[in-house]
Structures are given as C-alpha cells and as structure tokens.
C-alpha cells in the first residue's frame, strides 16, 4: 500500500485522534465506536471492524481501502464537528469536548486542560468552539503535522 503525502498526514492526524497517550494502538471499540458517530451507513456496511488493536500501518490499510477520495479535510472535520455538537447548536461547549475525549479514550485531560483547547480555538471569546473555529484548529494541527511553520 502506497498513501500519498497528504493521505499520510490526513491518516497520522485521524490515528492521533484515536491515540492521544501516543500508546502506538488503537483499540477496536474506540474504532467502532467513531465509525458508529460518523454516521455513515455506508461505510458502516463496507468497513470490516478490526478486532484486534491497530497500529498504525494497519489503521493506514484500513482507512485507504475504505477512503473516500473526493473527501476533503474539511468535510471530514465537519462530520466529527458535527458529531461532538450533540446538542446540534452549531457550536462545540467544553462539555461536548471533554464527552468526546473521554468517548475516544482520552481521560488525562484535566477540565483546565479541556478548557485550555476551547480558549486556542475559540477566536470569538464565547467560551464556545465554532465550525470555522473548529476548522482553523484542524488546518493549524495539520500543518504542524507536516512540520510547517505555524503561528
């Protein structure tokens, strides 16, 4: 299997996501579990669960045999945006965010760290995570991710 440069950096960033100890695996039900809040029955039906932990090759063959190539970034982000706003108010509270982290197997934040996310991200001042707040975070990790400069 051959991923592009920027398949690569998309598949490294969605395994952090299921990885934020950096443990090097992801567990099969935190796996199942995304794939159950994206949504998408389609996927759901053609994406063999895995049921063993998967690293990160593995993770990278799974995502590529099942990627949507007219797929950007951004429709990507706006479905897990979208599946953090629980209570569909268009904006991500703290409280969304830390469900979500600890959903996805991340208990190490403490609510100052989770608070500390919302403050970076939310450029308005509302205590509140916005899609195109959301979106900018994303692009700001991604570049970090390909060792770009980022202010």
Same mark, same amino acid.
């Given at each position: 299997? /051959?991923?592009?440069?920027?398949?690569?950096?998309?598949? #490294?960033?969605?395994?952090? !996501?299921? &990885?934020? @100890?950096?443990? +090097? =695996?992801?567990?099969?039900?935190?796996?199942? &579990?995304?794939?159950?809040? !994206?949504? &998408?029955? *389609? !996927?759901?039906?053609?994406?063999?669960?895995? $049921?063993?932990?998967?690293?990160? #090759?593995?993770? /990278?063959? !799974?995502?590529?045999?099942?990627? #949507?190539?007219?797929? @950007?970034?951004?429709?990507?982000? +706006?479905?897990?945006?979208?599946?953090?706003?629980?209570? +569909?108010? +268009?904006?991500?509270?703290?409280? *969304?965010?830390?469900?979500?982290?600890?959903?996805?197997?991340?208990?190490?934040?403490?609510?100052?760290? =989770?608070? *500390?996310?919302? $403050?970076?991200?939310? =450029?308005?001042?509302?205590?509140?995570?916005?899609?195109? *707040?959301?979106?900018?975070?994303?692009?700001?990790?991604?570049? #970090?991710?390909?060792?770009?400069? =980022?202010?």
């Amino acid at each position: 299997m /051959s991923l592009s440069h920027a398949q690569e950096i998309e598949f #490294k960033e969605a395994f952090a !996501l299921f &990885d934020p @100890t950096n443990s +090097g =695996v992801i567990q099969p039900q935190a796996f199942a &579990d995304f794939v159950a809040k !994206l949504n &998408d029955p *389609e !996927l759901a039906k053609n994406i063999k669960l895995p $049921t063993q932990p998967l690293d990160f #090759k593995a993770f /990278s063959a !799974l995502l590529a045999k099942n990627h #949507k190539g007219s797929e @950007t970034s951004d429709e990507a982000y +706006g479905a897990l945006f979208r599946s953090i706003n629980k209570d +569909g108010s +268009g904006n991500i509270s703290s409280a *969304e965010l830390r469900a979500a982290l600890l959903h996805f197997g991340n208990s190490s934040l403490s609510e100052a760290d =989770v608070d *500390e996310i919302i $403050t970076e991200a939310d =450029v308005s001042g509302d205590g509140r995570i916005t899609l195109e *707040e959301f979106l900018k975070i994303m692009q700001k990790s991604e570049k #970090k991710l390909r060792g770009e400069h =980022v202010l």
